[in-house]
């Protein structure tokens, strides 16, 4: 039973010295201190290249006339298409598959580690690609994407929660964020596959993409076995010894600072053990925890999707209903990727200097019009090419600016705001809700953008630009800014329930001991 007292024990002046050493660490310093610890994250991250590559195949698909006319049925015109039903079947059988795998996974992280359930994922995924790369119909394709979604699922969340438990504040934004550009350079590479095997005719036009898949499992698995475990995981387990160890392993520190490190990060769990007494799913909706899962699952599952997102995803598809010639759709669906990155890593010069609260909501209002000027576009005559063509850069440039701006921002938030001891579990809360309001929006995609049904075309960017503007609506009033704080400063502010735009000027003090008292005298 935690106690008041067993708290304020934790209260040593390591604990107080290593909370002001990262209130006041720099980027350079935390870049000299913490080198291995942003090796391994990057290490752990790995898997999203992977996931990013296996997700953007099936969107890319329906824009590829080889793997149209294998699974999908003939036009009038005389071109093949994959019906929309069918369409909508295996995007969103992915995303029941990550559901699956996203629920088991929170459960798993929690009692064997992120190591353990990294591994194990890789190893099931590994057997799991052989029924698409065979499928004979659409039918084995929808289960196969069904069942690769379930490992898909469990790698998809682990990794930011290690990077946000491994990283200082100095540089926790942007090895969470590197997330992000993981799922760039996935996409990137299926997008680059597939502009690649455009040219041939036959059966391997669409199954090479398939087997590359294997690529990515054995190097992974073998990485991985080599990487330190969470120490905040390792600290909820009472394996206080191997918390140390792994802190060494993750730092380049004398060993004073290694204990500091360790007294901290022990602080902080017992602090969040008086406001939270469980770890489990429901724990996540009482008390203070509450706003901080409403926040990560709202930002993350559904302003992630509503600021055309949803819409950027199936780019390629959506320049072809446009009107452009599928070669010249793939080519402007890399170059797309290609600026996304490059916008990317500006976006990461921008957290430096810029909160993640203001670039989020700058990034967003300049989305909204983005949006907007694509479905003003969409009023020109259908015979003009030369407004698709507009309409296309007007994509690339949306993606450009999410780059710099909104990008950066999510994976950071959804890594910083839980608390340590409901991050794993807050984290696949939003990912299962992003994944939900995925299917609803990929099935309205897919109806509003098909040729069979609605063929709004262009006209779909109506949509985002409105769901984009009511997204900037609620950043305003309920992100909070997190940068430069840490976990125990975080608790303070959330237990106090300091307004959201009000983190930046209220004082965070994590050690100041009234605040726990009545909760103590409960527990």
Not at 243 to 258: D, F, G, M, Q, Y
Not at 266 to 287: A, R, V
Request: charged share 15%; aromatic share 14%; hydrophobic share 45%.
């Amino acid at each position: 039973m935690v106690t008041s007292q067993s708290v304020h024990h934790t209260l040593t002046a390591g604990a107080k010295h290593e909370l002001e050493a990262e209130r006041t660490m720099t980027l350079g310093q935390a870049l000299r201190m913490y080198p291995k610890a942003i090796m391994w994250s990057m290490v752990i991250s790995l898997p999203i290249i992977m996931t990013g590559y296996d997700l953007a195949l099936i969107g890319n698909f329906y824009a590829f006339p080889q793997f149209n006319q294998k699974y999908g049925e003939r036009l009038d015109d005389g071109t093949y298409a994959l019906a929309a039903p069918w369409q909508s079947a295996l995007t969103n059988g992915v995303l029941v598959g990550e559901m699956l795998g996203l629920l088991a996974n929170g459960w798993a992280c929690e009692r064997w580690g992120y190591k353990f359930v990294t591994q194990m994922s890789l190893a099931i995924l590994t057997c799991l690609i052989f029924i698409p790369f065979f499928a004979p119909t659409v039918q084995v394709l929808l289960v196969g994407q069904i069942l690769c979604g379930i490992p898909w699922g469990a790698l998809t969340t682990l990794t930011i929660a290690y990077a946000a438990d491994v990283c200082p504040a100095a540089i926790r934004a942007y090895m969470t964020s590197y997330v992000t550009l993981c799922w760039i350079i996935g996409s990137l590479l299926a997008t680059g596959v597939l502009r690649g095997l455009l040219d041939r005719k036959d059966e391997w036009a669409y199954r090479i993409p398939f087997a590359l898949q294997w690529m990515w499992p054995l190097p992974i698995f073998c990485a991985v076995f080599f990487a330190p475990e969470s120490p905040y995981w390792l600290i909820r387990h009472d394996r206080v010894e191997e918390a140390r160890h792994a802190i060494r392993k993750l730092t380049s520190v004398p060993t004073e600072k290694v204990e500091d490190i360790l007294a901290l990060m022990t602080y902080t769990t017992q602090i969040e053990e008086l406001s939270t007494q469980g770890t489990s799913y429901w724990d996540c909706f009482k008390g203070t925890n509450l706003r901080r899962t409403e926040i990560v699952c709202i930002y993350g599952g559904v302003v992630q999707t509503l600021c055309g997102q949803a819409l950027a995803g199936l780019s390629v598809y959506f320049f072809t209903r446009a009107g452009l010639d599928p070669s010249h759709a793939f080519s402007l669906g890399l170059g797309q990727l290609g600026i996304l990155l490059v916008g990317f890593f500006l976006g990461w010069i921008c957290l430096n200097y810029v909160g993640r609260r203001q670039l989020a909501l700058i990034g967003l209002s300049m989305l909204s019009v983005l949006l907007f000027i694509v479905g003003f576009l969409s009023l020109a005559p259908k015979t003009n090419t030369d407004a698709s063509w507009a309409a296309g850069v007007m994509l690339v440039a949306w993606s450009f600016v999410a780059g710099v701006t909104f990008y950066p921002t999510v994976f950071p938030i959804q890594g910083e705001i839980p608390s340590t001891r409901l991050r794993g579990k807050t984290i696949v809360l939003q990912r299962n809700l992003y994944n939900i309001v995925g299917v609803v929006m990929s099935v309205l995609n897919l109806y509003m953008l098909n040729p069979t049904q609605w063929n709004m075309q262009k006209q779909i960017a109506f949509v985002y630009g409105s769901t984009c503007f009511c997204c900037v609506i609620y950043v305003y009033f309920r992100v909070p800014e997190c940068k430069g704080l840490t976990y125990a400063e975080l608790d303070s502010l959330f237990d106090r329930k300091v307004d959201a735009r009000r983190f930046t000027t209220s004082a965070a003090d994590p050690f100041f001991d009234q605040q726990y008292d009545a909760k103590t005298e409960s527990i």
